[in-house]
């Protein structure tokens, strides 16, 4: 049994469709309970987001989000799209829009615990997350260890499928070798790295909207060349969401399997990986945080994704493989297709790019691909230097972060340099082991973050700007409010 069979073996037993159920339920349960607070609240969610509130021991509101979303926008917005579309067909598309406008009432429920249970570490920064709050919340240490080691070997797995589309893209436009583009990146990382969070969030708040806005013109530039194709797109889309289209009858259950993993992948909404930068911000209010955090979902999966999915459909570059027949060449499994020896990922929106704009397309989706992989390469690392912090009762000793800096860059390395099919695979493991333990946390401790929720609307009705005081709540464990 070769490593990629056991790597596949462990991917089936966590991406069951037990997992499927459990994001959309709970999405649509948190949707209930907070009264649909990802539609209500957009106008605040607005506000917010721009409020130049930050201190010494915390980044702004902005810089958090940016933070955010230097981990949601990235190669999964691209490469997880077309692999999404390759495997699961154009209806798991809608299935991605599903979880999303579902899965933003998840990601404000995490991110207000993020910041409810939020601590100082030795430097006098706020660190924050899951671990944080199962452990404070929940009063369960192991369980929070648990999280805590997952999300640390699944930050370096998923930076490695980020570093395996860059190489894959530079080489695909320029033919640029591998080993070449690996070891640039590898020493750009290296550098930003060692300046810490503050470093990372100034290179997210300048990037991470730059890069959106440009890849979206691009996107809608292909879109006006192929306008009329637009309304058969969302009709295809629909129709292969729920198997009436010919093509895809049979794939009803596939779409929605790799929707929603991909959907995950995308928006990290309940995966966990999004309070870490949420608990970062300087707030007077917990919920502040989760509304701007929430509201990075539609972002990321309304906006980036579908900017991809119309893409590759409206251009009709892609490759669809049936999901029924295993063990034999994807040329041969294939129900429709016209991309033959096309690895599924990022080659399929650089050929659909390059149709549309001859000369241009390779190049600018490899040029997307960059700081969209890269700031997500730095907001991965975040997270998992966050979970050693509180494995280290946030003191740890400088050989640990140094050693484990190392340790991730040699991840990022390896999977840069070999088969994307298991840099893929890796990387689903990892969100799927985190969304398992973060949505049975957040389900067991959502009341402190309704709580929250109650407090901030009541402040707002009352004209006054929010101010969180936990005592009055009767939420206890929140040293940093407290003070």
């Known amino acids: 049994m070769n490593i990629e069979s056991i790597v596949n073996t462990i991917l089936g037993v966590v991406w069951s469709p037990y997992l499927v159920v459990l994001c959309l339920l709970a999405g649509l349960y948190f949707s209930v309970r907070t009264r649909f607070i990802q539609l209500r609240a957009l106008p605040d969610m607005l506000r917010l987001m721009f409020r130049h509130e930050r201190s010494e021991s915390g980044v702004s509101p902005f810089q958090a989000l940016s933070l955010s979303l230097s981990s949601r926008v990235g190669v999964g917005n691209i490469a997880g799209v077309a692999m999404a579309i390759a495997f699961g067909g154009p209806g798991a598309i809608f299935w991605m829009w599903i979880v999303a406008f579902l899965g933003a009432s998840s990601a404000f429920i995490e991110s207000t615990l993020a910041q409810i249970y939020?601590?100082?570490d030795a430097k006098g920064q706020y660190r924050g997350g899951p671990a944080y709050y199962i452990e404070k919340g929940l009063g369960q240490r192991w369980y929070a260890v648990l999280f805590a080691l997952v999300t640390v070997l699944a930050g370096a797995m998923l930076a490695g499928t980020q570093s395996n589309a860059i190489t894959s893209a530079v080489n695909e436009a320029w033919n640029v070798p591998v080993m070449t583009t690996t070891a640039v990146l590898l020493v750009v990382l290296g550098a930003i790295l060692i300046g810490g969070v503050r470093r990372i969030a100034r290179v997210a708040e300048w990037v991470v909207p730059l890069m959106a806005v440009a890849y979206l013109l691009v996107a809608a530039l292909v879109m006006v060349l192929n306008a009329e194709k637009v309304p058969e797109v969302i009709m295809l889309v629909l129709r292969s969401a729920f198997g009436v289209d010919a093509a895809f009858g049979a794939m009803i259950g596939t779409a929605i399997q790799w929707g929603v993993r991909r959907g995950v992948l995308s928006n990290e909404a309940g995966m966990g990986s999004g309070a870490h930068p949420a608990a970062a911000a300087e707030v007077s209010h917990p919920v502040k945080q989760g509304l701007v955090q929430s509201f990075s979902v539609y972002i990321d999966t309304m906006v980036v994704c579908s900017a991809t999915a119309f893409l590759i459909l409206s251009t009709g570059l892609y490759n669809v493989y049936d999901p029924a027949v295993n063990g034999i060449p994807d040329e041969a499994r294939l129900l429709l297709g016209n991309?033959?020896?096309?690895?599924?990922?990022?080659?399929?929106?650089?050929?659909?790019?390059?149709?549309?704009?001859?000369?241009?397309?390779?190049?600018?989706?490899?040029?997307?691909i960059l700081p969209f992989a890269f700031t997500t390469i730095l907001a991965l690392y975040y997270m998992a230097e966050t979970n050693i912090s509180y494995l280290c009762r946030d003191r740890p000793a400088p050989w640990v972060m140094g050693g484990f800096q190392l340790l991730f860059l040699a991840a990022t390395g390896y999977s840069a340099v070999n088969s994307a099919t298991i840099a893929w695979s890796l990387g689903d493991i990892g969100v799927g082991l985190m969304s398992w333990l973060n949505i049975i946390a957040i389900l067991l401790l959502q009341k402190p973050a309704l709580a929250a929720l109650r407090d901030y609307e009541q402040h707002r009705q009352a004209g006054k700007d929010p101010l969180f005081n936990p005592k009055l709540l009767g939420v206890r464990n929140t040293s940093v409010w407290e003070g």
Do not use: Y
């Open 118 to 120: 939020k601590d100082r």
């Open 339 to 368: 991309l033959p020896g096309v690895e599924a990922g990022p080659r399929f929106v650089q050929h659909a790019v390059e149709s549309a704009l001859p000369g241009f397309g390779r190049s600018f989706v490899a040029l997307a």
